[in-house]
Nanobody, 115 residues
């Protein structure tokens, strides 16, 4: 069973930055994909960014050029650097980790961007 601990959410003004972290523990096998999703009130959960074990990355169009995903394989940790934040980025951000064919989700961390 993989446990995920997310941190780094909070309140920030538009144009500001935040860095999210998600540390995975308890994995007995290699972690394949790591990623961040978000869910705003009244909306479906959506992919923000993902990164494979080979460091291939994928971003939602809405965050390209503003957000950067990275991972430290030695620490089983994935990061999301969020710059030039906008009010529409306000959401609960969830970490997702995939080992083999199993997906694990974090409990989420709230990001609020004020205008």
């Amino acid at each position: 069973q993989v446990q995920l601990v997310e941190s780094g959410g909070g309140l920030v003004q538009a144009g500001g930055s935040l860095r999210l972290s998600c540390a995975a523990s308890g994995s007995g096998s290699s972690i394949n994909s790591m990623g961040w999703y978000r869910q705003a009130p009244g909306k479906q959960r959506e992919l923000v960014a993902a990164i494979t074990s080979g460091m291939w990355t994928n971003y939602a169009d809405s965050v390209k050029g503003r957000f950067t995903i990275s991972r430290d394989n030695a620490k089983n940790t994935v990061y999301l650097q969020m710059n030039r934040l906008k009010p529409e980025d306000t959401a609960v951000y969830y970490c997702k980790v995939t080992t083999g064919a199993i997906n694990y989700w974090g409990k989420g961390t709230l990001v609020t961007v004020s205008s």
